[in-house]
């Protein structure tokens, strides 16, 4: 029976991951190691300096459900090391995020963290998000699409150094044109904290921000495809050398 | 007059962001937007949901001092939002850390998720790194060499889509064998929780771990250079898009 890790970093309560399991179901043994509460935003960061916490909600025949103390990359060490002994998982799939993961946001993500997290274990890995911050969110096209990539997959592997950042637009399944390959659109936040003063006279700030779109021309980058109703597949490398500028900057830095 | 923004995941009180001060004044006006504490792995992680704080800590000719409630990146989008108010510094430098940043550390780093949140922003950016833990470290090699580094990449300037990644054995400065440019190298962390019991017989977990030398046979790999006494110089890209994978799935993957 495959095996399979789901982890997110909207938190073990969101819905995201409950369509997730839905979907992943059919597929073999489910093992969701998800945070405690919310962890968006978190990257590929890790806790050190304090400890973790591991609590077992549920334990059915083909679905255990454990939440962790911490980040998303915490939450994928954790099953490897507490739950998995180093055995690796068949297959981790994160998400699904409410929010976009397309353009820079992929540098941000927990959701991408977590995945990138196992493809260092050498575990394929995907991260699915749908491109809707609601709560409450629809999550029925991603499912419909998500099982027709996940068949894909398993088909036809992807390299072992990369995961796979599946981006999908929050619409109804007869309205998404297709699923395209696409590279991570370029794109970065501005206007980025809203300033208030607390009720003592400080200062303190919340993180708010606009996207701003740096390539609106380039329709086939990420962001711009899940923007024209498209759900884009795009593959991360673990490796983020730049070998080009490695190669220039060898010939002319002389020291 | 040159204006530089600095920062560290080790936090505004440590001896290796002091040691970079230091380095870096003769260079221009320094501003430093560093946490108020420890933030080692944290990658490029933002905070959101919990509002942030910034406090000013010294203000003198050519040296301002800021504490950030927050991470490594939110202390450079804090600093370029409230500070720069979004003119562009003329460089970024992040460290020095204390610890290796070479190999797989360099996703989980802090000190790189500050860089990489600065080329975000157009800024060169780059991250240095001593390979030591000691909070005592001596940070001398590192200001020789670092200033080398710096003297020539203000000659020649990089790629703007790529920040440098700068990992300084720890080691008197007559052992150093020289600088070369390198890749990121190929590791992993294992046996990465020691279990522990709480005083109430429940577990919790401390994040330690060892790491995993993947390829101690490329003798170019950072972390292998680092290991026979080079300073390894890593340009790592923001676009993780892997073009040939990418190339590849779209001719096999048909939907």
Redesign the interface.
Known sequence: MRRILITNDDGVKAKGISALIEMMRPYGDITVVAPFE?Q??????????K????TELKSEEGLKIYACSG?P??CV??A???IFN?KLPDLLVSGINHGSNAS?A???S?TL?AA?EGT??GIPSLGLSLSTHDPKADFSAALHFGK?IID?YLE?P??P??YLNINFPSIPKEDVK??K????G?G??????E??KDPYG??????TGEFYNQEPEDLLADHNLVSQNYIS???????????T??K???K??K?
């Not at 968006?40 to 300096?49: H, P």
């Not at 390959?181 to 991570?184: D, L």
């Open positions: 919310a968006s935003g978190m990257s590929a960061a890790l806790t050190i300096g400890p973790l916490r591991l980040t990359a915490d060490k954790m490897m090391n507490q180093q820079i992929s540098l941000y927990g963290g990138a260092v274990y027709i894909k036809i992807t390299s150094d990369i297709g699923i390959f696409s590279h991570q370029k970065q936040w501005i206007k980025e904290f300033e208030r400080f200062n303190y700030y919340w993180m597949i795009v593959p991360h490398k673990i490796d983020t050398t730049d070998y500028e490695l220039r900057l060898e002319l830095w020291f």
